[in-house]
């Protein structure tokens, strides 16, 4: 390897050659339509084209997040990584604000009283704010089952859940009780994903609606 051979772009010239090389890498099987782009960007996050398979939609879940964020919903996320990748202005601008509970003490203090988990306490502080909302787990297979409970009791309803965490104990198994409800999702399905991969889902569905970074 020579450095001549290296390409010198500014930041958004990486990004955008990022992507031109993934379509061309993917070619036809990257479906045509609004997933597209969200698949694209979890790809350039991950370098991993199996979320071409992975990466599973409800119905209009595009849309119908696209809609919520319109008006004005929340992000919340199980992990601060992940609330530290959400492009924070884009969100603003779309009149929304992001948030993760994890560290609050009075999160540390009920979950130590309850015997469960940090993560699974933070779903039950947010089902109180009583707001639409969109909820991204990255991290924490605990929060997508609080969350099929809440919604299984009629008690919490997200607007659009994005459940990608990584891992080995109850993650498969979580998904998929996730996308057992009728509450629209984004999912990866299998142990891949992570709160990079939340962020990634998060800010893919706000350019599009900004219409930037296209």
């Known amino acids: 390897m020579d450095i001549d051979q290296i390409?010198?772009?500014?930041p958004m010239e990486i990004e955008q050659r990022s992507f031109e090389i993934i379509s061309q890498e993917a070619g036809d099987a990257i479906p045509d339509d609004e997933r597209a782009m969200i698949i694209k960007r979890v790809i350039h996050t991950s370098a991993d084209f199996d979320y071409i398979q992975n990466l599973c939609f409800s119905e209009n879940a595009v849309q119908i997040a696209q809609k919520a964020l319109k008006n004005?919903?929340?992000i919340v996320t199980d992990t601060k990584m992940a609330l530290s990748g959400i492009n924070k202005k884009?969100?603003?601008l779309a009149g929304g604000e992001a948030h993760c509970f994890i560290s609050d003490e009075d999160i540390a203090q009920a979950a130590k009283e309850q015997g469960t988990t940090r993560a699974s306490v933070c779903v039950d502080k947010a089902a109180r704010l009583g707001r639409p909302l969109i909820y991204a787990v990255?991290?924490?297979p605990?929060?997508?089952i609080r969350l099929y409970e809440l919604i299984r009791q009629g008690t919490f309803r997200p607007e659009l859940i994005i459940g990608v965490p990584v891992g080995f104990v109850?993650?498969?198994q979580s998904k998929e009780?996730?996308?057992q409800t009728d509450v629209p999702y984004i999912v990866a399905k299998g142990r891949k994903g992570g709160s990079n991969v939340a962020a990634a889902i998060c800010n893919a569905l706000l350019?599009?609606?900004?219409?930037?970074?296209k």
């Open 170 to 172: 109850n993650v498969v």
């Open 138 to 140: 990255g991290n924490a």
């Open 142 to 144: 605990t929060a997508l």
């Open 207 to 213: 350019y599009q609606l900004d219409g930037s970074r």
């Open 90 to 92: 884009s969100l603003q």
């Open 72 to 74: 004005g919903a929340w």
């Open 177 to 179: 009780l996730i996308m």
């Open 7 to 10: 390409e010198r772009l500014k």
